[in-house]
């Protein structure tokens, strides 16, 4: 009823009408010789504009219903020729169907071989010979051998008896996929020969090869009948091809014809019941022409259905089961493909529609006499972090699925397809998930996945979960005074190491405006992948843990943030998404020109939004920066501790505050340093300035020994009384 690839126009005699519809599809399992299984449905066009659409997800939705067979066609998909990476993805292709116990009928058909209609029907009215039968052949071999260890059946065309105008009236191209007879008789027997010519008298033998001749088309639609017996008349009455043939050295079993199953497609009965009595009157039909000519070979329905535009749902399934039923009580049909798998391209012949299974799925399921449950998979992110931890868990199941059921391992549950999930206590989770089908059921269950931690108070020096008299005890014993940096012994912090992160954000807020096209988020969701053209990626530090907070693509400044002479300053935030020590941070601005210098103040919070402290006060810069009126300036800047150690503990937010390019006060006023006409020029040109552009922003974090009292909760160098204070706010009876 179409070809392998697309359903495209196919006609009747009496009618001359066009019809349009979708992909068709059909299946196989593992080597089977002459008895494949039964039930089997077409799975569509497995690769279209360059792209694999029989994918393992589809091979698994497919042999969910117990089915073990499929029919894949063999595409050229607008390629001149076939190629070794054309090839690889038919080997992915039958790779997927094989990794699930899927055998596979391939089909070779015109959509295999460049050329039109008219090539493949020249010389109909002469010979039935020509170069387009040849290149058949040979491509028909290259497949064949190139897959004998996985597809066992080959099926030689499709429909070679489908036109959409009568073939007489045009005889070269009469539409649909019309082969003439002579021709289709060559094809068949040429196809033959090349496969004993290049790949040995035991070619088909020893791979257990057999090959289908492409399945007629019978059809009541419209109310006209078949024509496949008039076609299929004409091509045994090709004497002079089959006289050959069993006289061909290259066909050593001096066979009559060289096909072992005669292919068939029936659509009948459109809008009503299946009727047996019609459906044992077309194969008697044929039975009767067979047996005329001496050909023993038993049926290979390749495709048959009922397409719910014509008929319910209902009906499309009673109609699969009593066709199934009707062919089992016939011995010499030995497979049936149903057409087709899905709905699509305007039709709806499928099983299933939009991923949802049709009545039809069912009894399909109930014919193959093996239900399949879905296989359950998923991942996470988040998998780990501090209380309350959200994390996004997406379902990887394969198979058809009707309902998810998520158990979080905190008595939560979800019936989402891919839920958020909120952790709100600290703890070692195992989550499951539960995927149900048509099939049944299959769960998978991840142990100890999730971990989440709930933050460390400061003050709960011994970390037994809460501040009580002990710790209040600790506190007294190491509190020192204002002003006093040096603690007793035991009051040393403990050492911290870094943990290395994918990413250091979860917040980029822009605090004020851009004048370029990109926004903070833009900023810190980048990764450098190069050293950018005098900044510091990589080069100062290179064995440090780096975390990058910038745009950073090299030689791309487009792609940066412009602090221009906008006022007020432009200020830009990061929220780390885990609490850090700062090493050193490094700051790289850049003008068109070159020349730029630019005042900032680098900030840090240890309790986000409530305080921000400026680094100015215990951070030296060089050797590239420098300190200016109360500010940070140079176009290139190491921000580095004055003294060995970090230059922010457990900072939790950075913010960076970058002034207009101003020297005088007050700062409501500004010009150009460069420019001549202003007072403060510096290189006497009459030349304007250019705003700076902060290119880069690299963040180093310490993972050395942390110096200083444990008693010092605001990390200003003493335990005084502000620090009583805060260990007050934090004091609870005993018990967390």
């Given amino acids: 009823m179409a070809s392998a690839g697309s359903r495209t126009g196919f006609g009747f ?26 039930v089997a449905v077409s799975p569509g066009a497995p690769i279209w504009g360059g792209g694999i659409l029989f994918t393992d997800s589809l091979a698994a939705d497919i042999a969910a219903t117990g089915c073990q067979f499929v029919r894949i066609n063999f595409r050229l998909d607008g390629n001149p020729s076939w190629t070794e990476p054309h090839l690889a993805k038919y080997d992915t292709i039958i790779m997927n169907a094989r990794n699930h116990n899927l055998q596979v009928l391939g089909l070779i058909c015109y959509e295999a071989v ?33 897959y004998k260890d996985d597809i066992k059946h080959f099926e030689l065309w499709n429909e070679p008896d489908c036109w959409s105008v009568p073939p007489e009236s045009n005889p070269l191209e009469p539409g649909c996929f019309y082969i003439w007879p002579a021709n289709y008789a060559n094809l068949l027997a040429e196809t033959y020969k090349k496969c004993i010519q290049d790949g040995g008298s035991d070619f088909f033998s020893t791979n257990g ?17 078949s024509t496949s017996r008039a076609y299929m008349t004409n091509v045994y009455d090709q004497t002079l091809v089959w006289d050959a043939f069993e006289l061909d050295p290259n066909n050593p079993t001096g066979r009559r014809y060289p096909w072992d199953h005669f292919g068939y497609h029936f659509y009948l009965n459109q809008g009503e019941p299946v009727s047996t009595t019609e459906l044992a009157a077309y194969f008697n039909d044929i039975r009767a022409m067979k047996s005329i000519y001496n050909d023993a070979t038993d049926f290979f329905v390749t495709e048959f259905g009922w397409n719910t535009q014509s008929v ?50 069912y009894e399909f399921v109930n014919q193959c006499g093996q239900s399949v449950p879905p296989s359950a998979d998923f991942y996470a992110y988040p998998l780990s972090g501090y209380a309350p931890l ?55 269950t991840k142990t100890d996945y999730i971990s989440v931690t709930v933050p460390v108070d400061p003050a709960d020096f011994d970390v037994d979960g809460d501040v009580d008299l002990a710790d209040f005890a600790v506190f007294a014993h190491c509190f020192t005074g204002s002003g006093v940096t040096t603690f007793p012994a035991g009051c040393e912090t403990a050492s911290g190491v870094g943990v290395p992160a994918t990413h250091t954000y979860e917040t980029a807020d822009l605090l004020n405006g851009l004048s370029a096209p990109i926004s903070a988020a833009d900023l810190i969701h980048g990764l450098v992948g190069a050293v950018e053209s005098g900044g510091f990626y990589g080069g100062l530090n290179p064995s440090a843990d780096v975390y990058d907070l910038t745009d950073g693509v090299a030689g791309a400044p487009t792609e940066a943030v412009l602090a221009d002479y906008s006022r007020p300053s432009l200020q830009i935030r990061y929220d780390l998404t885990v609490v850090r020590n700062i090493e050193s941070i490094n700051v790289f601005a850049a003008g068109s020109d070159g020349r730029v210098f630019q005042n900032y103040d680098v900030q840090y919070s240890v309790v986000g939004d409530a305080s921000f402290q400026t680094l100015i006060d215990n951070v030296t810069t060089g050797p590239f920066g420098q300190v200016n009126n109360g500010a940070i300036g140079a176009t290139l800047t190491q921000i580095a501790g004055s003294q060995p150690g970090p230059i922010g503990v457990d900072v939790d937010s950075l ?33 304007a300035y250019v705003g700076s552009v902060i290119k880069e922003i690299d963040v180093f974090e310490y993972t050395g ?18 620090d009583f204070v805060a260990f007050e706010s934090s004091l609870s009876t005993s018990g967390p």
Avoid at 13 to 38: E, H, K, Q, W, Y
Avoid at 668 to 687: K, Q, Y
């Fill in 209 to 225: 090869i057999a090959l289908v001749t492409g399945g007629l088309f019978a059809h009541d639609i419209g109310g006209s009948f």
């Fill in 705 to 722: 020994t942390l110096a200083g009292n444990i008693a010092d909760l605001d990390h200003d160098g003493d335990a005084d009384s502000d």
């Fill in 312 to 361: 319910s749902e209902q009906r499309q399934a009673d109609n699969l089961a009593e066709s199934y039923d009707w062919m089992r009580t016939q011995g010499d049909i030995v497979s049936a493909h149903w057409y087709c798998w899905a709905d699509g391209g305007g039709a709806e012949w499928g099983l299933v529609a939009g991923g949802v299974p049709k009545l039809s799925y």
């Fill in 655 to 687: 913010r960076f505050v970058f002034y207009d390019v101003s020297t005088v006060s007050p700062a409501s006023v500004f010009w150009d340093e460069w420019d001549a006409d202003e007072p403060g020029d510096i290189d006497g040109n009459p030349r």
């Fill in 114 to 146: 460049n050329g039109g209609q008219a090539d493949w029907n020249e010389n109909y009215d002469t010979t039935g010979m020509n170069g387009y039968i040849v290149d058949f052949a040979a491509t028909a071999y290259m497949l064949m051998n190139r």
């Fill in 13 to 38: 005699r009496n009618f001359g009408i066009l019809l349009v519809g979708t992909a068709m599809c059909l299946r196989a399992s593992t080597v089977f010789g002459d008895d494949p299984p039964f």
């Fill in 390 to 444: 959200d994390v996004q868990f997406t379902s990887t199941s394969g198979g058809l699925i009707d309902t998810y059921h998520w158990e979080f391992g905190d008595l939560e549950t979800s019936a989402d397809e891919n839920p958020m999930h909120s952790y709100q206590d600290g703890g070692i989770y195992t989550v499951s998930l539960t995927a149900t089908g048509p099939g049944g059921q299959n769960t998978e």
